[in-house]
Every structure is written in C-alpha cells, then in structure tokens.
C-alpha cells in the first residue's frame, strides 16, 4: 500500500486496503472506536537533550494522556554510550529499530515532508508515522491529539499471567472488516519498567538524576497475525519485580510502518 503523509488521510490509505477483501482475522465490529495510540521516544542518558522528552513521557498521564489515550515505549538507543557514559537501559536492538524507521523512510514530519537521513536523539515517533524532536513539548500534544481523532481499523485485547520467571502473554487481534494484508501486519510485546531513577556520574548529563518512565526492558521478536490467539512468553528482567512492570502489546504494518493497534495488558501476578 502507498502510505500518505497525513494523519487524516490515513484511514483513508487503510480503507482501501479493507475493501480488497480478504478473510477477517475476527468477526468485524460495528463501531469505530479510537485506539490508544503508541509512542515511541528514542532517548539516551548520554545525551544532553534527552531530559526535556523523557519529563514529557513522564508527564502524559498528568496532561490527559493516560493509557487508554497513548501509550508510551521508551527505547534507550547505545550509540552515545561513548560520550563517557554507559547507558544501563541501552540496547543494541532499540538502536536498530530506530534505525530501520530511517532506512525504510516512511516517517514523515508533522508538515507532510518524507523521510529522515541517519538517526537523531530524542525521537519521538506517533503511531509509526510522524516523527518529530521529542524536546518540542506543544508539538508532540497537537500530533497526540490528531492521531487520536483517527478511528481504529482494528482492536487488540489481551491479558499476560506472570509466574515466577516468565509471563505467558495472549492477544486477540479484531478488525472492522476483513483485511487484505494482513501477512504484513506483526504482533509485538513489550516489557516496560514503569519508572526509573537514575543518578549519572559522566557525560553530558554528568551529576544530574534522571527521572524516567515506560522504560522498555525486552522486546519481542515479530509476531504473526493469523493466529487466533497470538500468543508469546516474556521473561522475566533479574532486577525488576512484576509489580513495577506494564506489558505493552502492540500491532505495526510490517517492522516500520503504521500501528494500527496497541493496548496496556492486563497482567495476573501468581
């Protein structure tokens, strides 16, 4: 499908995609509620304009933005690493990620323009679509707001169990009518430490204490869509309790394209 280059025009583009037909991943729902929608911040602990975004996520739920609006992943990226400091949230797969968002160049910026070159910090990435400086706090509540006027093409539900080490995750994936391309669609699951404190000794933001929120800690491989329920295990990081962890479940088109569905999970501690 060609992607557009405006939130308003993206039910659009997805409604084309419906109407070819294809068979239903669910029984389709009559109305066409709004989904939270995912953010995504590409941030560093080495990097001096980080803080400014990182408050902005903290801040979400405070400003009218809870998890039934937006949703937010934090990805440490390690390319700063270097700068006399050693992010400990910092992942070589995160900084991938961000990375083939720039190589498939299908980001676009809240003025329409297409593509980015190379990777930047902080990043802030709505829906799998626009992206922006994460330190631009009224751009980031107007972009939040407009994505969330769009309505939803899909609906994803689910609930996680945790038992001792791992959590055993099952998701249900619903469309308002059937969809063509679902082979394309990947089901992902996030676990996500729900704050973080950090006091850094070196690098640019030497001596500060970094308050920090939707720290993502693993991130699954891409799951497909067909299956009814999808499922998957996370396991547990060694140094966090359940109980100060969300699991993040979320739908993207392809690895870097648009999400259509994403969703807080309900998780049962045994």
């Known amino acids: 499908m060609v992607y557009l280059e405006r939130w308003g025009m993206l039910t659009v583009a997805f ?14 729902a009559p109305a066409a509620p709004s989904n939270p929608i995912l953010v995504e911040l590409y941030t560093s602990q080495g990097c001096s304009s980080c803080p400014p975004a990182d408050a902005l996520v903290r801040e979400l739920p405070r400003l009218g933005f809870g998890p039934d609006r937006v949703i937010p992943l934090t990805f440490h990226v390690d390319y700063w690493d270097d700068l006399g400091w050693k992010d400990p949230f910092a992942s070589r797969a995160f ?8 190589r498939a160049g299908t980001l676009v910026s809240p003025d329409g323009g297409s593509g980015i070159h190379g990777s930047y910090t902080p990043q802030m990435i709505v829906g799998g679509r626009v992206h922006f400086s994460g330190g631009r706090r009224e751009l980031a509540l107007d972009e939040l707001r407009r994505a969330g006027a769009v309505p ?34 990947q089901a992902r699951v996030a676990l996500v430490a729900r704050s973080a404190r950090t006091a850094v000794r070196q690098g640019e933001n030497g001596g500060e204490t970094l308050e920090e929120a939707a720290v993502v800690r693993w991130l699954s491989e891409p799951l497909p869509v067909g299956a009814d329920p999808i499922r998957v295990t996370v396991p547990q990081v060694r140094e966090l309790d359940w109980k100060a962890c969300d699991l993040i479940a979320f739908v993207q ?13 309900a998780m049962t501690i045994r």
Do not use: N
């Open 95 to 102: 900084s991938e990620r961000q990375r083939a968002y720039a």
């Open 15 to 28: 409604s084309f995609v419906l109407a070819a037909g294809c068979v239903p991943i669910a029984e389709a």
């Open 253 to 265: 088109v392809g690895a870097t394209g648009p999400v259509v569905a994403a969703r807080m999970l």
């Open 152 to 185: 939803a093409i899909a609906t994803l539900e689910g609930d996680a169990v945790a038992e001792r080490a791992q959590a055993t995750v099952s998701l249900r994936l619903s469309t308002r009518a059937p969809v063509a391309s679902v082979r394309s669609w």
